[in-house]
């Protein structure tokens, strides 16, 4: 077990190292193609109608004078060893995991992405708990009620809801709820849990629903189609037998093991999620770590790209080992090898 | 004054787009307290479904049943689900086929015992685990105390089947129903199975079924035998006498291909040709009758007349349109002797 | 009392004095009128009190008044910064008034206009109750000459004074002598000295390089985080990349501020907030203003136009923006005038209009220079029944170029911009009704100038013949719309705005232009330079831009004055 658990991590931090270097030779293999100078590049990073003397300050003061490499290297020490920074009044310190400053806002990436992550991690975990519930409850009761009007009707919606995309929800949802009756918080309203609870889940609430309708679509499908399977399980009828009451029988036995692979998928789907809810947070101005990705790739701000890449992949690997380390806990019968 | 198990005229039909199923069509048996029945027939000729119909297992789904079950002077039928529900597990247990899908993979071996325990005991967990422990000791597993925190994948297949008399016992059942509970096992473990369930039925006291494909088995075991063909009960008897003096071309189809320890297992006698028949479209007549050697020998009622369970000698029910005295003579004069010979 | 230079009188409406008294806006509950803040004031009033709630669909480039340039940063960092001069919160043309605000007057030059001194207002205090004192604007001119660490900014002071040979600004010249470029003989005393004169040089002092920096407050790239106000307000909280809030700056007198009216209480804003979402807030009321001066946004645009209730509280403006189209000369056969006339009488600048958004998107224009700017005159040289384009006369120039069956070129625009590959497509047809065949070329605009349209050397390895292009200007004079895309002295390697005007009598005149005191003489050169660049159709000016704004519910106020070409976020007030 800790053997496993060591070689997964290897893998892991080599996977890293792989997404790190792929991220910056796009970044700047791509412009070179294209013929760009290192001027060229530091040109992103000025005022308008900036002087050339200007623009060759600001390519050497971001090291685009070096070979990419060495720029990689500089980038991957800032990571072990952390870094300093001139701020022109003084020196700051930004100690490892250091990812560096932000081109554009001068500001350290690390704390921003920590501070974002707040933001992903209360709108993934609010959201997951409701499409878990509505999804898999939903899947259960269609498939406890095969093809009765809910069953259909339910489905019906589900698909639906995975084909509608959600900057068109959540617009439409925000004009309704948030401007037109007041319900629900506007865009963009944020507080933190630790500061207050209510605010936080009332402010939250319409982008939670909002994705969780998004996801609870799949998950009471695949619930559905688990359940339909697991019900027919020999050892079904043998709890049966054991004089169970009905409604144990489908949660303690059908739905445990319907969960499996609703557990597998729905570990990805986080990890996925907490690398950022990009649409959703784009769409409710939520500063989390997907709008974060979004304005970085869009200012070309590489050490923001960088840092929220690596800590995208860093929520999908974790992801996957989690799923799989628990995937031994739930199916006794997997080892981990 | 009715037996403690009394089965009158049991229909168990499913509606499926093929048609209807006639899995049980018209059964009828009874059996009293420490008794035991064998029920024997090929692969599906309804066997399961009467013991799940006995359990109450096809209420709620889509199957059609008629008839009366009486268990110790209540009926089940009409009775209500929930009624049924309780009694199940305590009143009435199952041994089930196949015990590696008939357990939860994910739940220990003691955890399920343990379930089948407190649903019927309000008792606290480690009474009733200490309970599930004392069970897998008498069902002959060994170290119990360790062996209750293991999963049902890693126990042995004769182990699980122990464990699954155990889960069934638990809670000291009236009638115990056990449905092919030694076909996965081999011939040693098999007989070790058959004397635990033997030496457990006297402890209880209970009502025993036993279905089985294989005669021998209920033949050791039973004091009543009750064949089945194509959902219907085609000879009813003392063990002794459908075991040595039957009367239906079946039963001796089955004697015939039964294993035998003194011969060849592999070796088939007088095999049965042809397939089980379609309970969708019964085959009219004697439903026997596309396989059966004799079936020339009824004038060719076999083909458009079905038989009647008749009694042959007291005790003794036969379903052939064949003379009685015809049958004696067919099995002293020829079948008997060939499974004597070899 | 410190209205009076803004909002003193509700019926002030320059230049638009036919306007009915309905026109100055609604009161809760009145109608709303749709350009109420165009030209004169919506719902004037000087009670104080509210939140005023703002939200940004981008991000400033820098909260620092020393590292920021764009527009609308320049309009708002006056909430919490003086400079020493500022334009005048008032709306339409009276907005371009330069006035003084931490200075006493506006500039006082020398004779040959190479030395400029101001004189500081006393009492003027930083947030922390310090008076401010001319060193601290000295110290903050200092700064931002460091372009490594503020390379955000305008450079023209670094341009324009006379800084000793090697000063490399006030972080790295610690403790250098800078006296040749600025010197502060008092507290209260200021003195520009410049290299070369500079009739202008006012404008550049209302921008927020001017405003004071306390040296020891200073931390650098991080002053953004917490900048020291001097303005009615200050930062109580400010989140980089979410959004702050500004609260009263205690320290503020109005008594040294005849300008500002600062009537809310507290400001709000959140930046980075999804562009469709502020319109809908914008709509609902959730938000007052948005502060990037962009206006509704595509997908609002059909919502708002069709409905009258919601059309009546939009301000459509015209605006010191030209969007044009540059006619590369370093791209055979346009090095023919001939050939580029071809295209200028060939374009259907109807259908460019209508590319550009038609009635609420802008204004036909035919020249480079905005209407409200001086020297501003319609050029007919290429005018056409209907603006349809005049194809004969094409074929007629084509002829003379020695191309009578027309050509093939590629054209130039931004890949994210819907109207700009609309227009590229206007073209594309109308120029194909006399034989010359454009191909459409998207860029990417983070690269658009630094790597493709503004790189000389790519335009004409690629062959591209045509840019499509859009100017605005840093201030309301003409120099600073026009010196950056007609001096041709400006073009370098690459990141050029301008690359196809080159023409040697323009660049004579603009060094004229820059030595003229009279205004109005200036005004008539850049009227010549303007008809010089349309006469050698090396530009082809399309719309002159408008921009259509939404405003909020409750506000009181409000104008749009020339200068900002936006809301003037200093008169702005909120209803309670
Ligand atoms: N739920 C059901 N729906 C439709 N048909 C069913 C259902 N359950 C059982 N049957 C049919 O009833 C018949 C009898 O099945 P049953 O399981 O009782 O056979 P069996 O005698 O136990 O056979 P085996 O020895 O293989 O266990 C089979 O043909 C089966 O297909
Ligand atoms: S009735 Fe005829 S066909 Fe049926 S078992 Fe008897 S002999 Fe065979
Ligand atoms: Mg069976």
Known sequence: MVTYIIRRVIGALAMLLIVSIVTFAIFFLVPRLAGATPEAFAARYVGRGASMDTIRLVAERLGFYDPVAVQYGRFLKGIVAGTEYDTGAGVDHCPAPCFGYSFITQQPVWPNLMDRSRVTLSLGIGAAVLWLVGGVATGVLSALRRGSFFDRSAMGIALAGVSLPIFFTG????????????????????????????????????????????????????????????????????????????????????????????????????????????????????????????????????????????LAALFVVVANLVVDLLYAVVDPRVRLA | ???????????????????????????????????????????????????????????????????????????????????????????????????????????????????????????????????????????????????????????????????????????????????????????????????????LQREFNSALIVITHDLGVVAELSDDILVMYGGKCVEYGAAETVFYDPEHPYTWGLLGSMPRLDRERTERLLPIKGSPPSLINVPPGCAFHPRCPYAERTEGRAETEVPELLKTSPGHLVRCHMAPEERRRLWESEIKPMLETT | MALAACAGSPTQTPGQGQSAPAATGATAGGTEVADAAVGKIYNPSDKKGGTLKMANTADWDSLDPGNTYYGYSLNFARLYGRALLMFKAAPGTDGNTLVPDLAESVGKASDDAK????????????????????????????????????????????????????????????????????????????????????????????????????????????????????????????EIGKGFTLVRNDQWDPATDPNRPALPDRIEVQTGVNADDVDNRLISGDVHIAVDGLGIGNAALPKVLPDPALKARTDNPVQQ????????????????????????????????????????????????????????????????????????????????????????TNIAY?????????????????????????????????????????????????????????????????????????????????????????????DKMIDQIKAEPDAAKRADMWSQIDHMVIDQAVVMPSVASKALYMRGKGLTNLFISDSQQMYDYVGVGVQQ
């Open chain 3, 115 to 238: 030395t400029w001194t101001y004189k500081l207002r006393k009492g003027v205090k930083f947030e922390d109750g310090t008076e401010v004192t001319s060193k601290d604007v000295a110290y903050a001119v200092a700064r931002q000459f460091d372009k490594e660490i503020h390379p955000n900014g305008p450079t023209y002071l670094n341009a324009l004074l006379d800084w000793p040979k090697g000063y490399k600004g006030a972080y790295k010249s610690k403790d250098a002598d800078f006296s040749s470029a600025v010197e502060t003989p008092d507290d209260q005393t200021i003195i520009f000295h410049l290299k070369e004169p500079f009739g202008l040089f006012d404008y550049i002092m209302q921008m927020p390089m001017t405003m004071p920096v306390p040296k020891d407050k200073d931390t650098g790239t991080k002053y953004q985080e917490h900048v020291i106000s001097t303005g009615p307000y200050k930062f109580e909280k400010n």
């Open chain 2, 1 to 199: 004054m009715t037996a403690f198990l009394d089965v009158k005229d049991l229909r168990i039909h499913f509606p499926t787009d093929d048609g209807l199923v006639r899995s049980v069509d018209g059964l009828t048996f009874s059996l009293e307290r420490g008794k035991t029945l064998g029920i024997v027939g090929e692969s599906g000729s309804g066997k399961s479904v009467t013991s799940l119909g006995i359990l109450g297992l096809h209420k709620g789904g889509r199957a059609r049943m008629s008839g009366e079950i009486w268990l110790d002077g209540e009926e089940l039928i009409g009775a209500s689900a929930d009624h049924v529900r309780r009694l199940r597990g305590k009143k009435m247990a199952m041994i089930f086929q196949d015990p590696l899908s008939a357990m939860h993979p994910y739940y220990t071996v003691g955890d399920q015992i343990i379930e089948a325990y407190r649903i019927h005991h309000d008792v606290t967990k480690k009474v009733a685990r200490k309970h599930a422990i004392d069970m897998l000791g008498r069902v002959g597993i060994p170290e119990p105390t360790s062996r209750v925190d293991d999963y049902p994948h890693q126990f042995s297949g004769g182990m699980r089947q122990r464990a699954m008399i155990a889960m069934a016992l638990s809670c000291d059942p009236e009638l115990l129903i056990a449905d092919e509970p030694t076909t996965a096992l081999d011939v040693t473990v098999q007989a070790q199975i058959l004397d635990l369930m033997r030496d």
């Open chain 1, 171 to 310: 617009m439409i949802s925000l004009s309704i709820f948030s401007y037109g009756l007041g319900w629900t918080a506007p865009g963009g309203a944020w507080v933190d849990v630790t500061i207050d609870p209510l605010q936080w889940a009332y402010n939250l609430l319409l982008p939670w629903i909002t994705l969780a309708l998004l996801f609870a679509a799949t998950y009471a499908r695949l619930t559905r189609a688990g359940m339909l399977e697991t019900m027919g399980e020999d050892y079904i009828r043998t709890a049966r037998a054991k004089g169970l009451v009905e409604r144990g029988v489908v949660v303690k036995h059908g739905l445990r093991a319907a969960l499996t692979p609703i557990v597998t998928v729905f570990g990805l789907d986080f990890g996925l999620l907490m690398g950022g809810a990009v649409l959703t947070e784009s769409t409710f101005s939520l500063n989390g770590l997907g709008k974060y990705a979004v304005d970085a790739i869009k200012n070309n701000d590489l050490p923001a790209v960088m840092g929220v890449t690596l």
């Open chain 3, 414 to 506: 931004r890949t994210e911009r819907t109207k700009e590959k609309a227009a590229a497509e206007s073209l594309q047809q109308s120029l194909a009704r006399v034989g010359i065949k454009l191909t459409l070329k998207p860029y990417p605009q983070d690269d658009y100038f630094a790597l493709y349209a503004g790189k000389p050397s790519y335009v004409k390895e690629n062959k591209i013949g045509l840019a499509i292009n859009g100017w605005g200007s840093d201030y309301p004079d003409t120099y600073g719309f026009m010196q950056a895309i007609t001096d041709s002295r400006d073009i370098r390697d690459a990141g050029n705005y301008n690359l196809s005007v080159k023409i040697p009598e323009v």
């Open chain 3, 321 to 408: 923006r030209t969007w044009y189209t540059s006619i590369i000369p370093d791209v055979a056969p346009l090095d023919n005038v001939e050939c580029r006339r071809a295209i200028a009488f060939a374009a259907d600048r109807n259908s460019l209009y209508r590319a550009y958004g038609g009635e609420t998107g802008g204004v036909i224009t035919t020249s480079l220079i905005p209407p409200s700017m001086a020297g501003y005159k319609p050029i007919d040289l290429y005018k056409s029944e209907g603006d349809k384009g005049d194809v004969e006369k094409a074929k007629a120039a084509l002829a003379k170029c020695g191309q009578p069956n027309g050509f093939e």
